[in-house]
Structures are given as structure tokens and as C-alpha cells.
């Protein structure tokens, strides 16, 4: 039977008191939207629709494609946000299940659990609902005397022995396609003027149609954000669920609760990831690396067996057994090859460094290409911009740059050139030869003495 999914993210969110969307807040590097939206595929939804209000346009963008959008232009109720959904789902048939998409941290395997057993019941309507002491301002879930679900009270509503009941209410359901759509048309207003889903219970029972509910006792997984306090418990619950996940997967973290990966990294086997290190982004890290401590990788490729020690790389590549820090900072397009070092207090951007090329400290590279074997000495800066345009240098292979070489591009330094130290270089260099001084010349070969 087919599944469709629902994710209502309409809500204004007033209360992160923010200009951002609140479904554009970030848990774990990742805009909490996506969370819903990586669990419907999960479950190999046949059509994913994601009902959408305020901030709707930067939603789409951070969703992407694959997924259908509804719009709920005033936000009137549950009810009413999914009644935007209907003229795309109507006519499918099949089952469909609305979660929210606030909750960051509900598991597809919940999600799973909950659509097996609406389908394996036969049941009209099936809701997950949530064992706890702390009520969380949810409603609490009405049983007969056989325990079938016979309705819900909300919170605020509750009795004093009602109040008592520890089940609740998640507002996650499965329903049959064919029952839903006709029931919406008989929610009635609340006393706020707004159309809610929990009323679907109560039209089901008084109908005599089966309702089956799905608990668990798990509390995080139900945590919805609704303001900055949610948003930072539940960054950590991520953060913990992440490293547990790569320290099962065979990575060493040293100290969990002081290093920070996204949801989207990738770590290799037996890669050490020591304290005060950040992995942000989609970075891809490999076997047998060591990262840190205080270290920042965003967005970055990092082959097997590198070693980064208190640096900065952003947008960059890594090959192989390099080895860069402390103190270095590989920016947007920095490249380095196989066996590359790169010493403290370096920088290197938008620039290819070739298979075992020496950097080792106190120098800037940008828009440059270097060569394999090229030694560059401390205090060496390519001089690539002149106030318009950046300009590109060259550095062939096996040249040596003595300490405090300025190259002004546009400039090529031939192969196994090599440039005094001190060197202003301002013409290309040819390869086999030396140059020296401001500007750089090339060297005088000295008359034998007879």
C-alpha cells in the first residue's frame, strides 16, 4: 500500500524571536526541516509534501527538490495545514502520516514502526503517542475500560486525575487516505478561530472506526522547537546521538563533550579526532587521521592518514599523508597534493600545492600553482592582487623559494629555479637558474681565478 507524507512547517515561530524561518534553524549543521524531510525517504514515501507559510521561499531552497510544496497562507491549526495538502494527495489512496517539521530528533524507525502498524491493523487512524512524567504541555490520551484509544484532552482542558495520565499525545498520525480527506471538512473551530488534527480522534471513535496507537518512551525524540532553549537541548541530543555513532563506527573521539560534528560528516576508520575540534559541513575526513585539537575543518575532503593540529581549513582538499599546523589556515580552493607540508602560520587559498612541496611556515599562497618537490621558505607571500584583479603565479617543480621571496604576479618560477633569500621577483624565472634582490636579477657566475 502506498504512503504519502506530510510535513507540516507553516508555523510563524514566534517565539525564537528571530528574522530567520524557524524551520531554517540549524541542529547539528543541518536546517531542522531536513530532518523530516531525510525521514519521509527514508520510508520510501511515494509523495512527500511539505505544507509551507511564513519564510515559505527560503524553506524551498533549503529543501531542494524531490519533494512537493503546499502553501497555508494564515496559520489557522494542524488541521488546516493539512487541508493545504489535499487537492496534490486526494485520489492516491493508500495511508498518509503528518509529523512535524520541528522535530528534529523523531528517528525514521519511529516512523516506520508507526506506518507497519496503522497498515498491519487495518486501523482507520493510528498515533504515536508518548510514556513520560513530564507532560510537556501535550494532551493526554483518553482509553476505555478494553484500553482502546477513546479520545484526547489537551492540557489546559485536563482534569486534576486527568492530568495525571502519563501517556501523550505526540501529534504524529497515520491515516487511511480515502477517511481523511472527507473528515477534515467535519473539523469545527476552535474557540481561537483554528481547525486542530486531535479532533480526527474523536470523529473516528464517535464513527466506530479502529484507532491504534504506537507508544514509546523515549522523550527526546519528541522534542519540538519552539524556541532557543528547545533549539540548544536539542543540538546537544544530536550532537551526542552523532558521536556515538562514529566512535561505534570505529573513530576516536578523546573528548566527546568538547568536539563538535555535523550530521553530514564522514570519518574513516581509526582517525583520532581529538578536544576543542569542529567538523562542519559536508567535510569527508579518512582512515587513520588525526585532527587536532583545536581545529576547524568546514566543507573540506581529507584523504587517509593526514595530520591537522590546531588549524583552520575551509572549502579545501586534502590528499593523502598531508600534514599541516599548527597554526595553519587553508582557505576556499586550497589543494594539497599527496605528502604535502604545510607549517605554522601558513595560508594557502585558492592554490594547488604539488605532491610532497614544503611549506613551512610564515607564508601566504594565493592563486597559485606549485609544483611536486617545492620547497617554499618561511616569509614567502605571492603578491596576487594589485588593487583590481587577482593575477596567478607558478612554481614548477623542485624549485627552491628562499625566505622571504615576494612574488608578484603574474609570475612563473622555472623548474629547480631557485630565489635568494630576501627576493623581490617581478619576470619569470627560468628553470636551472638563480635569482636575487629587490628587484630579483639572475646571478652572476664568478671568473675562475688563473
Not at 588593487?387 to 607558478?394: A, I, L, M, Y
Request: proline share 4%; glycine share 12%; aromatic share 4%.
Amino acid at each position: 500500500m502506498s504512503l504519502s507524507v506530510v510535513i507540516l512547517a507553516a508555523g510563524l515561530g514566534t517565539r525564537m524571536k528571530s528574522s530567520l524561518p524557524k524551520m531554517l534553524h540549524t541542529v547539528a549543521g543541518r536546517p531542522m526541516i531536513l530532518y523530516g524531510v531525510e525521514n519521509a525517504r527514508a520510508l520510501d514515501a511515494e509523495s512527500i509534501v511539505v505544507v509551507v507559510g511564513h519564510g515559505a521561499e527560503g524553506v524551498k531552497a533549503a529543501v531542494g527538490e524531490g519533494v512537493t510544496f503546499a502553501l497555508q497562507p494564515e496559520p489557522l491549526g494542524t488541521g488546516h495545514a493539512v487541508m493545504q495538502a489535499e487537492s496534490l494527495l486526494r485520489g492516491q489512496g493508500g495511508d498518509v502520516l503528518v509529523c512535524y517539521g520541528d522535530m528534529p530528533l523523531l528517528r525514521a524507525e519511529t516512523l516506520a514502526q508507526l506506518a507497519r502498524t496503522h497498515r498491519d491493523t487495518g486501523a482507520t487512524l493510528t498515533l504515536l503517542t508518548l510514556l513520560a512524567y513530564d507532560p510537556m504541555g501535550f494532551g493526554r490520551i483518553l482509553r476505555d475500560a478494553q484500553g482502546r484509544v477513546a479520545g484526547i484532552v489537551e492540557d489546559a482542558l485536563a482534569t486534576p486525575e486527568q492530568r495525571l495520565i502519563r501517556e501523550l499525545n505526540c501529534g504524529i498520525y497515520c491515516f487511511q487516505a480515502d477517511w481523511l480527506w472527507p473528515s477534515l471538512a467535519k473539523l469545527q473551530k476552535s474557540p481561537k478561530g483554528e481547525y486542530f488534527l486531535t479532533d480526527l480522534v474523536e470523529i473516528a471513535v464517535r464513527e466506530g472506526r479502529r484507532v491504534e496507537a504506537v507508544t514509546t518512551e523515549d522523550a527526546d525524540q519528541m522534542l519540538g522547537i519552539n524556541d532557543r532553549t528547545h533549539l540548544a537541548r536539542a543540538e546537544s541530543i544530536a550532537r551526542r546521538r552523532i558521536a556515538e555513532r562514529h566512535m561505534l563506527g570505529g573513530v576516536t573521539l578523546q573528548d566527546p563533550a568538547s568536539i563538535y560534528v555535523d550530521a553530514d560528516v564522514e570519518i574513516g576508520v581509526d582517525t583520532v579526532v581529538c578536544a576543542n575540534t569542529h567538523l562542519r559541513g559536508k567535510t569527508r575526513i579518512g582512515a587513520n587521521c588525526r585532527i587536532g585539537p583545536n581545529t576547524v575543518v568546514r566543507d573540506s575532503q581529507i584523504g587517509n592518514e593526514c595530520k591537522v593540529e590546531a588549524s583552520v581549513v575551509e572549502e579545501a582538499v586534502l590528499e593523502d599523508e598531508v600534514n599541516i599546523g599548527p597554526f595553519a589556515h587553508l582557505r576556499k580552493g586550497a589543494h594539497l597534493a599527496r605528502g604535502v607540508h604545510m607549517g605554522n602560520f601558513g595560508e594557502v587559498k585558492n592554490s594547488y600545492l604539488g605532491p610532497g612541496a614544503k611549506m613551512g611556515h610564515f607564508s601566504y599562497l594565493g592563486d597559485a600553482e606549485v609544483g611536486a618537490d617545492v620547497n617554499i621558505g618561511a616569509g614567502t607571500i605571492t603578491c596576487n592582487f594589485d588593487g583590481e584583479h587577482k593575477h596567478k603565479t607558478v612554481i614548477e617543480e623542485g624549485a627552491f623559494i628562499g625566505s622571504d621571496t615576494m612574488l608578484v604576479a603574474p609570475v612563473r618560477v622555472g623548474k629547480r629555479a631557485k630565489t635568494g633569500a630576501g627576493s623581490v621577483v617581478t619576470h619569470d624565472v627560468p628553470p636551472d637558474s638563480v635569482v636575487t634582490g629587490v628587484p630579483a636579477r639572475p646571478r652572476k657566475k664568478q671568473e675562475t681565478k688563473k
